[in-house]
């Protein structure tokens, strides 16, 4: 059973960067789009981009400018980074994998979560 | 960007009871939307892919349907375990969008 395990920082300054890594085992990470998510505390989902094992990526415009990921197959993890951060950064971020069933796609392994505070 | 608007965003229901919850589109999504489940202080569960597909090893008290820009969730028959909040997502193009979800509370 495939299995994402995020990182856990825990607390970031303002204006420094948040670094976070997704762990994936159970499976291999090649011929996937992984994705991170993040959810301010009562509030909504917000898709955040993802990275495909050939290193394509998409980035949600409301945060392009700050981010930033990677893709390490040997180690089978990929990378979310996001520089510049406010206390509006503050959410439970997630990992996750997209999975192309040919008539959808959907995220269909998540990680547990991780709660990254921005705050000095 | 492709908005998502859910409704309601809370509803409350007794186990046993019939639950509809409705995801509007934007713009045309063909069938690219998706379907899940998230409880207090887990990560969400994918239910629901392509509109109307059940995800591996989700009850069949679950269904979806819809296409273009309406959407249908619906919950046949509430179970104590269903208690919990509902998310629409599409993969139609990126950036990915979610609505704004639906909190199922116990009547």
């Known amino acids: 059973q495939v299995q994402l395990q995020e990182s856990s920082p825990g607390l970031v300054k303002p204006s420094e960067t948040l670094s976070l890594t997704c762990t994936v085992s159970?499976?291999?990470?090649?011929?996937?789009?992984w994705s991170w998510i993040r959810q301010p505390a009562g509030k909504g989902l917000e898709w955040i981009g993802r990275?495909?094992?050939?290193?394509?990526?998409n980035y949600n415009p409301s945060l392009k400018s700050r981010v930033t990921m990677s893709v390490d197959t040997s180690k089978n993890q990929f990378s979310l980074n996001v520089n510049s951060v406010t206390a509006a950064d503050t959410a439970v971020y997630y990992c996750?994998?997209?999975?192309?069933?040919?008539?959808?796609?959907?995220?269909?392994?998540w990680g547990q979560g991780t709660l990254v505070t921005v705050s000095s | 960007d492709i908005q998502m608007t859910q409704s309601p965003s809370s509803l409350s229901a007794s186990v046993g009871d019939r639950v509809t919850i409705t995801c509007r589109a934007s713009?045309?999504?063909?069938?690219?939307l998706n379907w899940y489940q998230q409880r207090p202080g887990k990560a969400p569960n994918l239910l629901i892919y392509a509109a109307s597909t059940l995800q591996s090893g989700v009850p069949s008290r679950f269904s979806g349907s819809g296409s273009g820009t309406d959407f249908t969730l619906t919950i046949s028959s509430l179970q104590p375990e269903d208690f919990a909040s509902y998310f629409c997502?599409?993969?139609?193009?990126?950036?990915?969008?979610f609505g704004g979800g639906t909190e199922v509370e116990i009547k």
């Open positions: 997502q599409q993969g139609y193009s990126t950036p990915r969008t």
């Open positions: 713009q045309t999504i063909s069938s690219y």
């Open positions: 996750a994998r997209e999975r192309d069933y040919g008539s959808g796609r959907g995220l269909d392994h």
């Open positions: 159970g499976g291999s990470i090649s011929g996937y789009y």
């Open positions: 990275i495909s094992t050939s290193e394509n990526t």
